[in-house]
């Protein structure tokens, strides 16, 4: 089965610093991959999908990239504000539906 | 507006009782997802359904059910609670045919068995 790992379950940066969150997954390439933001209390919250044929996307300071060699996705937000403060989550494409990671704790300290 | 809405947002119910937890989504989305998050934080999903298709996650004690009286309503219906299924519950919708598969959810229900 389909198995995704994030490799921090935290992770406390300084503000103005970028935060590089890491996915890995194992066994079968999906057609594509999808980061979220969770605040505590609330549901997730879909950011950015990425294609197995695109290598890079960007919003605004957020940026994702996709290795299909590596089996890998990199999410990054640069200048990076307390508001920025969230659990982030990758979810994998697996037969139309997701499955996700479970998730990293980002700490954005003024 | 509130995309996908969930009611309710906190359901405190004793073992072996049978409860409901209600989703509505106003986007026109042909596909709707229940999930469940356990204290762990882990998103798992339990059922994807749209007009054509129901699929269950195999690992879905077959006590929950969805119901779906129409495209923009997917209710979970959960029988005979026991404690393990406390945990929070998230519905969500999507639009399949678009090719994107965002998915936007909801708030959430909290459900905590005694």
């Known amino acids: 089965s389909q198995k995704i790992e994030q490799n921090s379950e935290a992770l406390n940066i300084q503000e103005g610093k970028t935060a590089t969150l890491t996915c890995n997954y194992t066994?079968?390439?999906?057609?594509?991959l999808q980061w979220y933001r969770q605040d505590p209390g609330r549901g997730p919250v879909f950011l950015l999908l990425?294609?197995?044929?695109?290598k890079e996307k960007r919003k605004e300071r957020l940026k994702v990239t996709f290795d299909t060699t590596l089996k890998q996705s990199l999410f990054h937000i640069t200048a990076s504000q307390p508001a920025d403060s969230a659990t982030y989550l990758c979810?994998?494409?697996?037969?139309?539906?997701?499955?996700f990671g479970k998730g990293t704790k980002l700490s954005v300290k003024p | 507006d509130t995309a996908v809405s969930q009611t309710p947002k906190y359901l405190v119910t004793q073992m072996g009782n049978d409860k409901s937890i209600k989703c509505e989504q106003n986007?026109?989305?042909?596909?709707m997802y229940w999930y469940k998050q356990d204290s762990k934080k882990f998103l798992k999903i339990m059922f994807s359904?749209?007009?054509?298709?129901?699929?269950i996650n195999e690992t879905v004690p077959n006590r929950f059910s969805p119901k779906s009286p129409d495209k923009a309503h997917l209710n979970l219906h959960i029988n005979s609670l026991e404690l393990g299924d406390s945990a929070v519950y998230f519905c969500?919708?999507?639009?399949?045919?678009?090719?994107?598969?965002?998915?936007?959810f909801g708030p959430g229900t909290r459900l905590t068995v005694t």
């Open positions: 979810a994998l494409e697996s037969q139309g539906n997701l499955i």
């Open positions: 359904y749209n007009n054509k298709e129901l699929i």
């Open positions: 066994n079968y390439s999906p057609a594509y």
């Open positions: 986007l026109g989305h042909d596909t």
């Open positions: 990425i294609r197995e044929n695109e």
């Open positions: 969500a919708s999507s639009q399949r045919d678009y090719h994107t598969y965002e998915q936007y």
